[in-house]
């Protein structure tokens, strides 16, 4: 770990998050490469002077971070090199999960992980990540950064090929890390966030951001002589060539950085126009920006081949109905959403796409996947067994929904018609637990190979819900599962309201209705209904269980009635047939007790 002037709050954290490692066999090396920071360097080497595992060498001048790493690597015995910066905070049990990782991955020769950020008060603010797989990483290694650099470790023999950093100002780890990938060397990241990553103002990466650019050109050009010839030509004179910075160039950069920084934040929140002006001020006024839009696109085209797309509704059914089912790679086609629909544009091929439930939007992205993917998974989603037809009222109330629906299908329609190239190796591997939607996905893909997969029923306390359900065993008279009427009748609130009022007439008056809101549902629906109680929970022991067409209704309640809404918006009372089972058993019990005499 080099420390230049980092100040003595963050630099005690770091140091003992190090000494504190559940792996004990650790030397610690510390650089101090700022000679003149007298006050600093007098509080480390106090506060670490008892600790046996610590060191600590002093730069007689400063001499940079390449350096002062090759320094602490040629002092150190051990058989890994770890390092991270002086300000950032490592989790405990970092050395011993990458020790394991490398002891466990022969084939790996460096190792890094996810990281979380945190500002200069210490407090997260959102989590750094990068693939793992190692044919992946070697693949995107010459357009991006594979692996983050205070979190590595790697195997100190690897150096025999190496022979270290080289001493560039900046982005030494890149072509580092290049060069080791151009050896035939592998890398992964632990799925994991093992590292504390401090943001802040000062760092190297902010201040040197156009000398990161010009160099990190440099090293890509470095890296193309050795793919073409096996060795580069690489000088301290050009690197220093590079290196030269003039006032004029450097004050543009710092106004197209702007730019680029806030383009970013624009996309973050799907503001796409400003975006896109902004990305294009930034490129107009500093030329190395061009190569970050395309290194973007390169990327983006590498990944493609290694990502799953999943098509939803809408962000909220991928929450309560894919959270347990998609993968970490997988990018989200909302079809309530036009502005997700641009991440299709810039595919070719795709790993996996996962589409949930039949409905025609649904069968619409299959004609998407006949061109773009081998391997198409249906995964029913919900039994709607009551909300076979929808009323006018529905599709009235829910005209721009409707709109988006019937758009998207037009547009894949679109696709189908111009697509040539029909997939005849495509392979459908279809999940269901209900005969009704494998008889029905039957006869709508009959023309392809598919394969049914059959399930058993679902945890109704998981599937369908956004968090996992806590169940309540209170005893209670009535349990209401809530669903969001209004959009799903094509009702008005005021109607809704009324329906639930009926509902409280025919449980009782003055009884606690309790009531588990829906995810889309609005709470103040119940605030003027005294009788209601909003929980969080399930009660799994009432005497009375309402509701419309909820997951939820199948789960068992031990209830002795349920109030189920008919599509007429009447509550129809019916008796539960768990609950008859129950008194079937019991009266089979007492009538076997009273022919033995006990």
Known sequence: MSVYEEPFEWVKESIDSILNQTYPDIEFIIILDNPNNINLNLKIKNYIKNNTKAIILHNEKNIGLARSLNRGIEYSTGDYIARMDADDISNVIRIEKQIKFLQHNKDISLVGSNMEKIDESGSGFGVMALPSDKNLLKELASCSTISFHPTWMFRKSILNELNGYRPFPASQDYDFILRLSDQGFFVSNIQENLLKHRINKNSISNKKSLLQLKLKKYIIELHKERIATGIDTFSLDKMNNVCKLNKFENSLHIKANKFYISSIKHRDNDKYLLFIIHLFSAIVISRYYLANVISYFKIKKIM??????????????????????????????????????????????INRIFIFGERPPDMASLKYALKKSKHVVFLQHAKNEIRKKHTFNYYIKNRIKLFYWIFYVVFFKFIEIFNFRKRKDLKIDIYYYTVEYKDSLSRKLSLYNTNFIKCAHPDVTKFGTLTDMKINKKPIRSFYIDEPLADTLGISREAEIKIIEELIKKIGLNVTLYVKLHPRSNGSKFDELKEVVIVDEVYQNCQILCGYNSGLLDFDFNNKMLYRLSNKLIWVLKENSSTEKNITYISDVKLGVNNNDL
């Open 304 to 349: 493609a081949k290694n990502t799953n797309f999943s098509f939803t509704v809408n962000e909220l059914e991928k929450l309560r109905y894919g959270r347990y089912v998609l993968p970490n790679n997988t990018k989200n086609i909302y079809y309530e959403d036009i502005r997700s629909w641009w991440k299709l544009l810039f595919v070719k091929n």
